[in-house]
């Protein structure tokens, strides 16, 4: 790597350190110049995430701490998106590609976080959402968040070498932490990671996130439907031929019975009939 130009082989990611955050702003900022989007508070620290915000700063339990895509491993929007708008890259991050997009809003449902917005007031709308800044990360460049944090609060480099400055921050301060890397494992892994001297929950996140990977389960539940069917099948073929046979058998009981009702009548119109004995 030579100045901020940085290898675009490996796999990029954020690591997020509340502990580092002052509140500033300039992340915010960033990213609305970035994306040419519009002002949208009156305070950047009371905006939500919107079609025309992509990155939020909260105060929570008396910490800032960021809110934006998390770039799942194995994204959940992706793989639920019909007409394939949506793509993990190799580098990182998940893209948008609204030339394909239909509008069905299945990401919107998928995403476990709750990212994705769409321009209801548009007349052709479309999903929105940060996408990591995939066009300065392809080109070697830090994300712009990133690049102006004054703190290092945010900071953008290869996942692998984030998770293990995450963790060596961890070790050597554990006073300063608590002892969880936010994204390492959620949902199968993020491209955003996050660290703090306080519970996750308590600063707006989900504490009660799945490990495996949203998509993963999804396949496990499909790739059992060949053989639920195939057992299906021959179930219904068991209670079909149960069924059909126990109305074969009362049915030739029936016909028994009639036949015996039959014999036992003519039997007994025969007993009736005079014989030349009694002329």
Same mark, same amino acid.
């Given at each position: ?23 500033? !702003? ?8 970035k ?43 992706a *793989? ?9 890259t ?36 479309r ?12 080109? !070697? ?9 004054p703190? !290092? ?8 070498a984030?998770v ?42 989900? *504490?009660?996130? #799945?490990k495996?990977?949203l998509?993963? #389960? ?13 057992? !299906? ?25 009639q ?21």
């Open positions: 790597m030579t100045g901020d130009v940085m290898d675009t082989q490996t796999k990029k990611a954020i690591l997020f350190d509340s502990t580092l955050c002052i509140g500033c !702003g300039a992340c915010y900022q960033a990213c609305k110049e994306n040419n989007l519009p002002r949208t508070a009156g305070h950047f620290l009371r905006d939500e995430l919107s079609a025309k915000t992509y990155t939020v700063v909260h105060l929570r339990n008396s910490r800032f701490v960021r809110r934006m895509c998390m770039h799942c491993e194995q994204p959940a929007c *793989s639920v998106c019909p007409v394939a708008a949506l793509q993990k190799a580098a990182g991050p998940v893209t948008y590609d609204e030339s394909k997009c239909m509008g069905c809003r299945y990401c919107m449902q998928a995403c476990p976080f709750g990212v994705p917005a769409y321009e209801w007031e548009a007349t052709l709308p999903v929105r959402k940060c996408n990591l800044c995939a066009d300065r990360v392809a080109q !070697g460049l830090p994300t712009a968040c990133a690049f102006v944090c703190t !290092g609060a945010t900071k953008f480099g290869e996942r692998e984030l293990a400055e995450a963790r060596a921050r961890i070790r050597d301060h554990p006073g300063n932490y608590v002892d969880r890397i936010y994204g390492l494992e959620e949902v199968g892994g993020t491209s955003v990671l996050l660290i703090a001297d306080v519970p996750i929950e308590t600063l707006g996140y989900r *504490s009660n996130m #799945l495996e990977p998509p993963q #389960l999804t396949w496990n539940v499909l790739e059992k439907i060949p053989s639920v069917v195939a057992a !299906g099948g021959v179930l219904m073929s068991g209670i079909w031929w149960i069924t059909n046979r126990r109305v074969a058998v009362q049915r030739a009981a029936r016909e028994a019975q036949r015996k009702a039959r014999e036992a009548q003519t039997e007994a119109q025969t007993d009736d009939q005079p014989t030349a004995k009694d002329g």
